[in-house]
């Protein structure tokens, strides 16, 4: 079965360091998706990308963070200067259509972030 | 906005049953999900509900009722393999069609 892909699985930083996180999407999906889980808490939306553009974006996806389709597979999260705040789990997900219905979204293994 | 609540925790006995409540407000509902998460990995896809009434997978079964803004998750003939986390998402008719999660309720499975 097709699954979403990412990489690093762990990534240790120093605080105002810049990352960028990789995701490999299930490839005839169209909508691709980042959301984090800082440790004990909710999963948090952060971006949604469709049609290589931003859709959506919450309020946590400030200037510091980008996101790029570099190529027909790759599916990157760069946060430019990273801060303590910023030690979570990041997981990558992927939507086959976005007309919504039964389909639901994929979510990557994650990649846990932290920041010294 | 959204907002979604469920219990923090829940316990119950192997091969019981247990009902995980979960309520939102959110406008433009598009359909409530429900993940099972184990400590330290990704949510995994259980079930899907757009529509009131009950669907069923198995163990798992899912009931909604959009005009209460409510739904639980039942899960039957526990196993100890059961112990996760349940989350609770919600996704909105807008552009990106994101899910909106709730905090989670950590369900722990005794012999």
């Known amino acids: 079965e097709p699954e979403v892909t990412q990489t690093p699985s762990h990534q240790v930083t120093q605080m105002g360091q810049e990352v960028i996180l990789r995701c490999v999407p299930i490839?005839?999906?169209?909508?691709f998706y980042w959301y984090r889980q800082i440790l004990g808490q909710k999963v948090e939306f952060l971006v949604s990308?469709?049609?290589?553009?931003?859709?959506?974006k919450s309020e946590i996806f400030d200037d510091q963070f980008s996101v790029e389709r570099p190529d027909g597979s790759n599916f990157t999260l760069k946060i430019r200067s990273t801060k303590l705040e910023d030690s979570a789990m990041y997981f990558c997900?992927?939507?086959?259509?976005?007309?919504?219905?039964?389909?639901?979204?994929?979510f990557g293994p994650g990649t846990r972030l932290t920041v010294l | 906005g959204q907002n979604i609540d469920q219990p923090t925790e829940m316990t119950a006995t192997e091969g019981a049953i247990v009902q995980i409540n979960c309520t939102y407000q959110t406008s433009g509902f598009n359909g409530l999900f429900w993940y099972q998460q184990h400590a330290g990995e990704a949510p995994t896809f259980l079930s899907y509900?757009?529509?009131?009434g009950l669907e069923e997978k198995g163990r798992f079964s899912s009931f909604l009722s959009r005009s209460k803004g409510y739904s639980y998750l039942l899960l039957k003939e526990l196993q100890m393999k059961d112990s996760a986390s349940y989350l609770c998402?919600?996704?909105?008719?807008?552009?990106?069609?994101?899910?909106?999660f709730g905090g989670g309720t950590r369900v722990l499975v005794k012999p």
């Open positions: 490839s005839n999906h169209l909508y």
């Open positions: 990308f469709y049609n290589n553009e931003i859709s959506e």
């Open positions: 509900n757009v529509l009131d």
């Open positions: 998402a919600v996704r909105a008719k807008a552009a990106g069609n994101k899910l909106t």
């Open positions: 997900a992927s939507f086959p259509s976005g007309q919504g219905g039964t389909d639901t979204q994929y």
